[in-house]
């Protein structure tokens, strides 16, 4: 990918993480049948900072999980009957909670759909939301996030990367590149 842009900044990505958490609060009148599960790689330390958030705004402790939803991913070769997940952890009985699942960036769908898939076969929440630092158009599926940190309009030639200190070497951004 070559860059071109920086979208946002370490402070700005703080900030929309804050915002996002105070909406999740917001939304579900509390936070006390919540439970944030961030989808493999990104999303897991998206979550575990929303986490944080509403320790400090609500004093709630929010189960977080962690969701791998490689295998449900429609772009693969079926492998087996029922997908695999090893390294899906979900801190609760999914009965009565609302799951917030807690991605990087939409694009297609697609991953969304594969999230909801996954959450499915392991029980039934009460309900379903999408929190999202960055929207980027482009659905191929019928999917709309509850919470968007930013929406940033893109041409299907371009890519947003999202930097975090957990896999990009201590790098905190929100870059635009070119294919």
């Known amino acids: 990918m070559k860059e071109k842009a920086l979208i946002m900044d370490e402070n700005q990505i703080n900030r ?10 917001e939304k579900n009148n509390g936070a006390e049948k919540v439970c944030l599960l961030g989808i493999k790689r990104r999303g897991i330390p998206i979550a575990k900072q929303i ?33 695999i997940t090893s390294n899906t952890s979900i801190p609760v009985e999914l009965e009565g909670y609302t799951i917030v699942l807690v991605d990087d960036v939409i694009y297609t769908g697609r991953t969304c759909r594969a999230a909801i898939e ?7 929440p009460k309900n379903i ?13 019928p999917f709309r996030p509850d919470f968007v940190g930013k929406n940033i309009p893109t041409s299907r030639s371009e890519v947003v990367s999202v930097k975090l200190p957990e896999y990009d ?9 070119d294919l």
């Open 16 to 25: 929309s993480i804050a915002r996002l958490s105070h909406e999740i609060i």
């Open 169 to 177: 070497n201590g790098e905190y951004g929100v870059v635009l590149g």
């Open 129 to 141: 939301q999408l929190a999202v630092l960055v929207d980027r158009g482009h659905r191929e599926l």
């Open 51 to 83: 986490a944080e958030n509403i320790k400090k705004f609500e004093g709630i402790d929010v189960p977080v999980g962690q969701l791998d939803i490689s295998l449900y991913r429609d772009d693969l070769t079926e492998i087996a009957k029922e997908a």
């Open 118 to 124: 996954a959450v499915f076969d392991k029980g039934r």
